[in-house]
């Protein structure tokens, strides 16, 4: 796979999932002298050689080649909030299949404290270099896992004490009157089509972040980060 754009590539660079770069010839000396003190070796080409490798023009002039992305599984992300001795906070994906929503979530919940996120197989964008990008390099500390079956999986979060809440803006349940203490799992919808019937009836609760704009609803990455940031702020 090739893995583009800085923070993906540094990450990848820190962690020795890579030993050689190939940058466009005009970046700056400071980001050559970053990378080279991460022991890679440099390729130069040209930039517009790298649009052609890639496909777009968001390379930020560097691209390497690694390994695919490897998913996660559910026990991987259990596990990891319980070796940090912390409330599991997870976020699951109902359909969310646009990979820079993916990625953008992605970077929320690993900033944002979270433990890990969970995808339907049939619906979700794959593990992608378009996502590895959008999350900045967050796909190198933060478990993605898929599920064959979300609704499934819920109740079993649910058998092992996890609250799940699902984002929906027409909910009467305002967030900042939400308890979020105790395991948690946060789910959100696909934009437009939001939580499917089954999977809202799954969930404990739903509950809208207010607004005030004329706009009905927010970009889904968006809605995450912002239920994400009031679910962790006091813990």
């Not at 090739?2 to 030993?19: F, H, K, T």
């Not at 890679?40 to 496909?55: F, N």
């Not at 395991?183 to 999977?199: D, H, N, P, Q, S």
């Amino acid at each position: 796979m090739l893995l583009y754009g800085r923070n993906p590539v540094l990450e990848a660079l820190r962690e020795g999932r890579i030993s050689e770069v190939t940058l466009a010839k005009g970046v700056e000396e400071s980001f050559v002298r970053e990378i080279k003190a991460t022991g890679a070796t440099v390729r130069w080409t040209s930039r517009i050689e790298l649009d052609q490798l890639v496909g777009t023009t968001q390379h930020q002039g560097i691209v390497a080649e690694v390994e695919d992305l490897a998913w996660a599984s559910v026990d991987d992300i259990l596990d990891r909030a319980e070796e940090k001795g912390e409330p599991l906070v997870v976020v699951l994906l109902d359909g969310i299949t646009d990979p820079r929503n993916f990625g953008a979530i992605i970077r929320s919940a690993e900033v944002l404290g979270a433990h890990g996120v969970v995808v339907e197989e049939r619906r979700s964008a794959p593990l992608s270099p378009v996502v590895a990008k959008t999350a900045a390099g967050a796909t190198s500390y933060l478990p993605v896992a898929q599920t064959k079956n979300l609704p499934r999986l819920i109740d079993q979060l649910k058998e092992d004490g996890v609250w799940v809440y699902g984002a929906a803006g027409e909910a009467a349940q305002d967030i900042a009157r939400t308890d979020f203490s105790g395991k948690l799992a946060l789910v959100i919808g696909a934009e437009g089509e939001g939580l499917r019937r089954l999977v809202r009836e799954k969930c404990d609760g739903l509950v809208r972040i207010p607004t005030r704009g004329k706009v009905q609803s927010l970009n889904a990455s968006v809605a995450a980060g912002i239920l994400l940031y009031e679910a962790t702020k006091n813990r």
